[in-house]
């Protein structure tokens, strides 16, 4: 997601819960989702939403209980109350706490039940119930990072991925928009409509969403078969339906790059949520003024790109959260390369390195960093965005474009529909280019901070080199090329040590020296006197 700042099953499949397979779980977890069923009514009466949730749960070890993450209702007066829990129309005890709810039931290791949870309540968050800007009434599903269970009964964690229906009932004049296909449309008395929305991928609650709201909708195209859909407020349908069918060039880049589109639609949504975009899966939601954002080509290539990275292929855990975030704004940047040329990577690259330099100013901490203690807010920063986004452009250089890319689509063809940390990335990329890469991923993701160089230099008539310094000032020791331009020609040092000496043969002194002309390394530099450099290296 970006933060606002100035992605054919028949309906008797899509009953059959029992038979599916979900392949993630929470580890030491004694559940594994393996589809939800949320049947949602929801009036504009008030704000208060009434909930049967079918869970389908296979228990990966003997159980005689079980818990589902949801907020109970608070003295505030939000929150859910549940009142019923069956199995196969059996009533079965449960307690509630703050957020969750404790079910007591026997189940045998590898066995499926299915639970019917009943409750209702005003979502505290989550389901961000508000009016847009035209001042009409709108529900929208904001669920990252575990706020789901504000209002679906459910793992709210990646590692748990399921498939999932919406079976959503509101007043008629509302369109619904959600994940996957919509397999049903009927009205119902009293000015009622009930749609249902099915997904056959597994997903992470994060990305299980709904839309209600007043729509314009269009269909500006099909990519290889998959429907592109725009669905915008009315009022904002000239410019929506224009600025959102960029969309359709932006999906065949990433299928052709990095592998299949996992959803059998796609839709672009103009939504009230607290997020500029939103990565749900199969159905993109994007701030109120991104109809008219002139952002909006990089806005919808980075959400675009989550449908492979977050969505399909996600991260264990958030400490890893660079996995979705790097990967999409990496992905963006190179989109935009392909697109414009390689200028604009170096522009876009270079803006981005000075977002990670003020930030870690501020903030200095590992890329991926497992310290949060849930508050995972916290990790929409710089380091997972921009400086994720750097390490795979470094990566790129470092084993060059062709393993590069094979390396991304044996990542993704690996672990889409499943989970993935930093780990499983690097043996993924070792084994596609050959290269030991322990070294690159510690020092640049577990390992806080940047380069931070001294550099110098002078010309030596009698000797006939050009005499360099680099000197490490940083807390911890980096290994990385450093590339610099002389006189136009290129040149490349390897750096690893604290003090750095080197020269190259010359003619003549050089008219001009260029550090990183290519904005290939993550550093800031500055530039001394040869001399001061030398004694300072001479006193250490």
């Not at 580890?27 to 589809?35: E, F, K, L, R």
């Not at 909930?51 to 907020?71: C, E, H, P, R, Y």
């Not at 069956?86 to 449960?94: R, V």
């Not at 007043?214 to 500006?220: E, L």
Request: net charge neutral; proline share 4%.
């Amino acid at each position: 997601m970006l933060i606002i700042r100035s992605v054919r099953k028949t309906l008797a499949a899509a009953l059959t819960f029992v038979a599916l397979t979900a392949h993630a779980q929470v580890p030491g977890s004694a559940i594994d989702v393996q589809h939800y069923n949320f049947a949602l009514q929801l009036t504009d009466i008030d704000n208060t939403i009434k909930g049967q949730a079918t869970v389908a749960i296979k228990f990966v070890k003997d159980a005689t209980s079980f818990n589902l993450d949801l907020v109970k209702k608070k003295s505030t007066g939000k929150g859910m109350l549940v009142s019923a829990v069956t199995e196969n129309g059996k009533t079965l005890k449960f307690e509630q706490t703050d957020d969750a709810i404790k079910i007591y039931a026997t189940a045998k290791q590898n066995s499926i039940h299915n639970y019917k949870i009943s409750y209702a309540g005003i979502p505290a968050d989550g389901l961000i119930i508000s009016t847009n800007n035209f001042d009409h009434r709108t529900f929208f599903g904001d669920n990252w990072p575990n706020r789901a269970h504000n209002w679906l009964p459910c793992v709210d964690a990646p590692a748990d991925k399921a498939s999932v229906d919406f079976v959503v009932t509101a007043p008629d004049h509302y369109q619904v928009i959600s994940n996957g296909l919509k397999i049903k449309e009927q009205v119902l008395p009293g000015h009622l409509k009930l749609t249902h929305w099915h997904e056959a991928t597994v997903l992470p609650t994060k990305v299980m969403v709904i839309g209600v709201a007043q729509f314009a909708i269009d269909h500006p195209g099909d990519v290889n078969k998959i429907p592109v859909y725009t669905y915008v407020f009315p009022e904002s349908k000239e410019a929506g339906f224009k600025s959102y069918a960029v969309a359709k060039e932006i999906l065949p880049f990433f299928i052709n790059r990095v592998g299949p589109f996992s959803y059998e639609k796609l839709a672009n949504v103009q939504s009230k949520t607290i997020f500029g975009g939103m990565e749900n899966a199969s159905a993109i939601f994007y701030f109120e003024e991104s109809v008219t954002d002139p952002g909006i080509e990089a806005l919808m290539a980075h959400e675009i790109a989550h449908q492979w990275f977050g969505d399909g292929a996600s991260e264990k855990n958030f400490g890893h959260l660079w996995l979705s975030e790097g990967f999409a704004t990496y992905m963006t940047n190179l989109y935009l390369e392909n697109k414009y040329g390689a200028d604009t990577l170096k522009k876009r690259l270079a803006f981005d390195r000075k977002k990670v330099l003020n930030f870690e100013k501020k903030r200095l901490t590992p890329v991926v960093d497992t310290a949060v203690n849930g508050q995972y807010m916290q990790l929409l920063n710089a380091n997972s965005y921009e400086k994720g986004n750097w390490v795979l452009h470094m990566l790129r250089r470092k084993i060059g474009d062709g393993l590069f890319w094979k390396g991304v689509r044996a990542y993704y063809a690996k672990y889409k529909g499943s989970n993935a940390n930093t780990d499983d990335l690097r043996l993924i990329m070792e084994q596609t280019s050959g290269q030991d890469l322990k070294q690159f991923f510690t020092q640049w993701l577990r390992t806080p901070g940047h380069p931070s160089l001294d550099v110098a230099w002078n010309y030596n008539a009698d000797k006939g080199t050009i005499n360099f310094i680099v000197d490490q000032k940083q807390a911890t020791t980096f290994n990385f090329p450093l590339e610099y331009t002389i006189d136009g020609q290129k040149h490349t040092a390897i750096i690893k040590d604290r003090n750095n000496h080197f020269q190259i043969p010359a003619k003549a002194a050089p008219a001009d020296i260029i550090l990183d002309a290519d904005v290939n390394l993550l550093a800031d530099y500055e530039i001394k006197t040869y001399t001061d450099l030398m004694q300072k290296d001479k006193v250490k």
